[in-house]
């Protein structure tokens, strides 16, 4: 049997607990990771990119590319990233092209590169992103949408001022 009085000091000690806890900043291992993987939609696997890319998971961004269309030498293209700071990117409506049993889209982009230096480069051009139909898929592996190629070409024109085009 509980004492009263005891019971009343372990209940007020756990509502002041309760109360502090609950005004602390909340700290769990997940506020120190951050995520992002999302293919369900061409713009959201462009952003999960440069998600990838800005956070240097360059795995992860190598692993946007389809099968077969992934640059040869993994380590070579991830070094070619080694003094970019961070990648901003505008995207324009993805343009889809149903096929015979694939979809293949194309999406214009505005890229801002800047790089560890301070510098900065605007990039315009398009992705072309594809996925085998959903239905036609009958064998594993899953192959989710990934990237085809990109066109890209330096621009004149400042980040902020500059638009996606068309593809």
């Not at 806890?21 to 713009?43: F, G, I, N, Q």
């Not at 993994?74 to 015979?100: I, N, R």
Request: hydrophobic share 40%.
């Amino acid at each position: 049997m509980i004492q009263l009085p005891r019971f009343r000091q372990f209940l007020a000690v756990a509502v002041v607990l309760t109360t502090a806890l609950s005004l602390a900043p909340a700290r769990t291992l997940a506020d120190d990771w951050s995520y992002m993987d999302d293919r369900s939609t061409p713009e959201k696997l462009i952003e999960s990119y440069y998600y990838a890319i800005n956070n240097k998971f360059y795995v992860q961004a190598y692993s946007y590319f389809q099968p077969d269309m992934a640059p040869a030498d993994f380590g070579k293209w991830a070094k070619g990233y080694a003094d970019t700071e961070t990648v901003s990117v505008k995207l324009g409506s993805a343009d889809a092209d149903p096929g015979a049993g694939q979809i293949y889209w194309n999406v214009p982009v505005v890229l801002s590169a800047r790089k560890t230096d301070g510098s900065s480069k605007v990039f315009t051009g398009c992705y072309r992103i594809h996925m085998t139909n959903l239905g036609m898929q009958t064998d594993p592996p899953y192959q989710p949408m990934g990237i085809v190629s990109a066109t890209l070409k330096e621009a004149n024109t400042a980040y902020d001022k500059a638009a996606p085009g068309s593809c």
